[in-house]
């Protein structure tokens, strides 16, 4: 699929836009190839006129980016059109409607938490701990500390690059479930509504301070993307305690070690490779599966590897009967089949 006629039709509406553009730099683990088209947006009229661009090129595949700090992608890139969501100024303040609490889809969601707090709401200070955007945490229903994305949103305000169409999605049919939505690579999440309850700011920033101090000194900085595998179902031990009790912990391949301070981190040291983390998923999950008979799945996303790889990680309740039925009926709410 060549990109060059869409590259130019965005150049001229006037979007910030880049072919074969590195993307590693964009995310977390800073490995990965490069973008066919990378177009950077900072307004929903910049994501609508994405959007009336595309309608022009339906074969061309589409990947929405935050802060690409759930993201694997594959060496040899992605072929397709990258749209990279940029806070503008305005999206430096959340809107307080009685209990409901607005951010745009580019907030941090860090800066959800802290402004949160400032606004006299509580309910997102564990927001602070996840080092992505508002609309990465809808899309993947992020979590931790007790709480997650499903939890308090109400809606979100969803656009189909393939339609154009623009919906205000309930909850509900956001399908929430462990780290994962009904949105695909079509939609582009544009503003969330959360619930939050009235609370002294001094008492929010105790529990921002709290997670802020957890984090430090349970998980490892450097370049990573956070748990790399999903926590089986109840009962069973951690996936960190499963990859650590595999005696797993500081297993590498070239430059990616699974990290000393939390097993189920993959720690991308200078010079590594996607191709080096996924062998290290790989061998990760083989052991695990030898040492205990539990398979692990990846909750990190993959994105240009072979169709096999992204099988082997894919937790297979993610094509359950009930999960599709909620994407195709998203999909026919935003038109993406019209
Ligand atoms: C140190 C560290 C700690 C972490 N801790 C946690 C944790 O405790 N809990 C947790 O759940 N996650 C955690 N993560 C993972 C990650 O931060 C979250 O999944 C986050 O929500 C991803 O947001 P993002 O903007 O970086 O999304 P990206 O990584 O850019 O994208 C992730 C997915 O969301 C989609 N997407 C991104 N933006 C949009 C949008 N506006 N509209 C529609 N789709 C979009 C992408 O297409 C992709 O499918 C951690 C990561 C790191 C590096």
Not at 315 to 329: I, L, M, R, Y
């Amino acid at each position: 699929m060549t990109t060059g006629a869409l590259f130019a039709e965005l150049a001229a509406v006037g979007l910030d836009v880049h072919s074969d553009r590195p993307l590693a730099p964009l995310t977390t683990y800073g490995v990965g190839g490069n973008g066919a088209c990378v177009v950077k947006v900072s307004s929903v009229d910049h994501v609508v006129a994405v959007s009336e661009v595309l309608h022009r090129h339906p074969g061309v595949d589409t990947l929405v980016m935050g802060r690409g700090s759930n993201l694997l992608i594959a060496d040899i890139g992605f072929n397709g059109l990258v749209i990279v969501m940029a806070p503008s100024s305005t999206e430096n303040a959340v809107s307080v409607d009685g209990d409901i609490v607005e951010a745009g889809g580019a907030m941090l969601m860090p800066v959800l938490a802290r402004r949160s707090v400032g606004a006299g709401r509580g309910g997102l200070e564990w927001c602070v701990g996840i080092p992505g955007t508002v609309g990465g945490a809808v899309r993947m229903n992020a979590g931790g500390h007790g709480a997650d994305m499903a939890s308090s949103v109400v809606d979100a305000t969803v656009l189909s690059l393939r339609s154009g169409i623009i919906a205000r999605v309930p909850a509900e049919q956001l399908d929430f479930y462990f780290r994962g939505s009904a949105l695909s690579n079509n939609h582009v999440v544009l503003s969330v509504r959360m619930k939050t309850a009235a609370q002294e700011a001094a008492t929010g920033t105790t529990e921002i301070n709290a997670v802020v101090g957890w984090r430090r000194e349970h998980q490892p900085g450097g370049r990573n993307a956070g748990s790399v595998f999903v926590n089986p179902g109840s009962g069973d031990e951690s996936a960190g305690a499963l990859i650590d009790s595999a005696g797993l912990r500081g297993f590498t391949i070239g430059a990616v070690t699974v990290s000393e301070k939390h097993a189920n981190f993959i720690q991308a040291g200078e010079g590594s490779t996607a191709a080096d983390i996924a062998a290290v998923m790989s061998h990760v999950q083989s052991t695990v599966e030898d040492v205990h008979g539990i398979r692990l799945y990846s909750e990190v996303c993959l994105v240009g590897f072979s169709a096999d790889l992204m099988t082997r990680f894919s937790h297979p309740s993610h094509a359950s009967a009930p999960h599709v039925a909620a994407k195709n009926e998203l999909h026919r709410l935003l038109g993406d089949h019209a």
